[in-house]
């Protein structure tokens, strides 16, 4: 499609959103639709909720924030129940400062931005449309024009509730352009957007001596103070600041536990009553939500000192940890590499994984449950199941420490170390070791990590080494098994008879001979011990296959070798043993014959259609395994 077709057909689509009546007009859309009226609190909730909801295990998880914040499951839903949908209901929540607090490079920043990005495209919908007094630089709720004493009786007409009072600059145009005629006063749509200043607006602390807090209340303007002739004339104000901006929407304090006292008290009426005070006015309302983020030690600071009390409870602190579950984390990297321009070099499997198990091992803390250590409590964070330990084992360890997740490594180290790595070499591909070592190498660069710390970080990345070496095992596992097809569907169905001999209490046929005989009971073993079914499980484990098998004769279908995963695992691991010593010799020789170098092509053939590898790193992955099987 043609570049300015679609500039001119979005052109053409903001145009018919385009609306521009009288108040008396736009109390007729209300009459039809209350939705324009919500508050900013509800603007944004119904924003989120607007993107779906899944319920899965008790847990809720909206869909809004999946494209860009990975892992923080429960910090979401705590922060959209918690605060956003109270806030919405009109609750005492939305009279309080949201504060996510947090280590750095979390996410704290990247969930303000989606929820600005989210608003500006919300208010272009029908759903989301904002209307304003026309020409109003505060972008005034419409409804503000019904004066005090008729708002009761209107609210219960409409549907509606009208809380705040007309800013001083409609005041006096309602006066001298509309001589007081309310239902006259134009209104217009208008559309959220924090580069035309409507709607968000967005504070950042710099020098103390030098801010002005104009910056937040707007200014006098003093070439026109000769012209209206008083400082106190809506006419030689400028309502530019922040507070006045971001009304209908949305106002970001960034680091705002930096930002100097004076700013800072101005939030506490425009929190508690809605309102703030400017230049020569009465107090201005203003319907926003206020939303800052700081770090942890700053907040420490911040409630340490006595002074801040009064603003202190006025703010609901949302914790945002780092993420603790490998795969989202490894989601987290991708995403990152795929906005730089190096996504024309190849990342092998596994190689942000590697990363990604390290990152998590420093962010976990050491639980006091029996016989479970950090590898396995990170399988469990991560949904993998771990035998001996049940859901309950996890709820119990997520509940343990409250301040997990809030230190250890940070996605912006690791990213900058695979930026590293990616450049580094003239190179076509990167893999898991090449990873490991640019963060080895990192960490003597790093600022705040100590001794102790770098000990304990160098020990992570052995683990997660150990971790590479398991999963580059099972990748050409596969591979090599699948060139022995054959024999794996034959052990498998062997393994099927004999279990069911088994669960039957009857005798099984020498498939040679003819000769019934007990089940092989050292065979059943053999392949179950490779994936830790215990002698006290065998039992419950094969009756369970049974089951699956009767279950899908049933419904008319063959139980084959892609049926259990789990049970596909364990013959592919005890082919794979029995055929070690052929893939030791295949994989580390460096003069291979006809049938091995066929072997090998196989294998490289079945990596690179299959597992997403190149040609580069699949013969590194052939080197690397046939290494670890020599040693």
């Given at each position: 499609m043609d570049i300015f077709k679609r500039i001119s057909d979005y052109r053409a689509e903001s145009e018919k959103m385009v609306w521009t009546g009288t108040f008396k007009e736009y109390i007729e859309l209300l009459k039809k639709d209350p939705a324009p009226a919500m508050t900013a609190h509800s603007r944004v909730y119904e924003m989120i909720e607007s993107y779906g909801v899944e319920e899965k295990d008790g847990r809720k998880r909206y869909k809004f924030f999946e494209q860009e914040i990975f892992g923080l499951d429960r910090a979401i839903e705590k922060l959209v129940e918690e605060y956003f949908h109270s806030a919405a209901r009109r609750l005492d929540v939305r009279k309080r400062i949201l504060l996510l607090m947090g280590p750095v490079s979390g996410g704290k920043s990247t969930i303000v931005t989606m929820l600005k990005k989210g608003l500006e495209r919300f208010s272009r919908t029908q759903r989301g449309a904002v209307y304003a007094v026309k020409g109003c630089p505060m972008h005034e709720d419409p409804l503000h024009l019904i004066p005090q004493e008729l708002r009761p009786e209107i609210e219960k007409e409409l549907g509606v509730r009208i809380e705040g009072n007309l800013c001083p600059s409609c005041q006096m145009r309602l006066q001298t352009e509309y001589a007081s005629d309310i239902e006259n006063v134009l209104v217009e749509r208008v559309f959220i957007s924090e580069d035309n200043r409507v709607g968000i607006g967005t504070f950042s602390p710099s020098d103390p001596k030098s801010q002005d807090i104009a910056d937040l209340t707007g200014s006098i303007d003093f070439s026109t103070i000769t012209e209206y002739g008083s400082e106190s004339d809506p006419r030689a104000y400028r309502f530019d600041g922040e507070l006045n901006k971001a009304n209908r929407g949305l106002m970001e304090f960034q680091e705002m536990l930096k930002c100097d006292e004076k700013f800072l008290w101005n939030l506490l009426s425009l929190t508690q009553e809605g309102n703030f005070k400017a230049g020569r006015f009465a107090l201005i309302s203003a319907?926003?939500?206020?939303?800052?983020?700081?770090?942890?030690?700053?907040?420490?600071?911040?409630?340490?000192?006595?002074?801040?009390?009064?603003?202190?409870?006025?703010?609901?602190?949302?914790?945002?940890?780092?993420?603790?579950?490998?795969?989202?984390?490894?989601?987290?990297?991708?995403?990152?590499?795929?906005?730089?321009?190096?996504?024309?070099?190849?990342?092998?499997?596994?190689?942000?994984?590697?990363?990604a198990i390290f990152s998590i091992l420093t962010r976990l803390k050491e639980t006091k449950k029996q016989g479970m250590d950090l590898v396995k409590k990170m399988r469990m964070y991560d949904g993998e199941e771990v035998e001996g330990f049940k859901e309950a084992d996890l709820k119990e360890m997520q509940s343990e420490y409250l301040e997990e997740g809030m230190t250890g490594i940070d996605p912006r180290y690791v990213i900058n170390r695979i930026s590293s790595a990616l450049i580094k070499r003239d190179t076509q591909c990167i893999n898991a070791l090449d990873v490991l070592r640019a963060l080895k190498d990192g960490l003597d660069q790093h600022p705040s990590i100590t001794k102790e710390e770098r000990e304990r970080y160098l020990n992570f990345i052995s683990v997660a080494r150990k971790e590479y070496d398991s999963l580059a095992k099972k990748e050409i596992q596969k591979a090599f098994v699948y060139s022995y097809e054959e024999s794996a569907r034959t052990l498998f169905d062997n393994y099927l008879d004999n279990i069911e001999s088994y669960c039957n209490w009857t005798k099984i046929k020498d498939p040679l001979t003819g000769e019934e005989m007990d089940p092989d009971e050292r065979l059943m073993r053999s392949i179950e011990e490779q994936i830790g079914v215990s002698e006290n499980a065998k039992k419950a484990f094969r009756e369970e296959i049974l089951i699956r098998i009767s279950s899908y004769s049933r419904k008319g279908k063959k139980f084959d070798f892609t049926s259990h995963e789990r049970l596909r695992e364990a013959v592919e691991k005890k082919l794979f043993a029995d055929l070690k010593d052929i893939v030791k010799i295949t994989t580390s020789t460096k003069t291979p014959d006809e049938s091995q170098l066929k072997r090998i092509n196989e294998v490289t053939k079945r990596l690179i259609d299959d597992h997403g590898y190149c040609p580069i790193c699949s013969n590194e992955l052939l080197r690397y395994v046939g290494s670890l099987l020599n040693r």
């Open positions: 319907d926003e939500l206020i939303i800052a983020h700081t770090n942890e030690s700053e907040y420490k600071s911040f409630i340490s000192n006595k002074k801040n009390e009064a603003l202190h409870s006025r703010m609901i602190v949302m914790p945002v940890p780092y993420n603790l579950r490998v795969s989202e984390e490894e989601k987290i990297y991708a995403k990152l590499i795929s906005q730089s321009d190096m996504r024309h070099i190849h990342i092998a499997p596994h190689a942000l994984r590697a990363a």
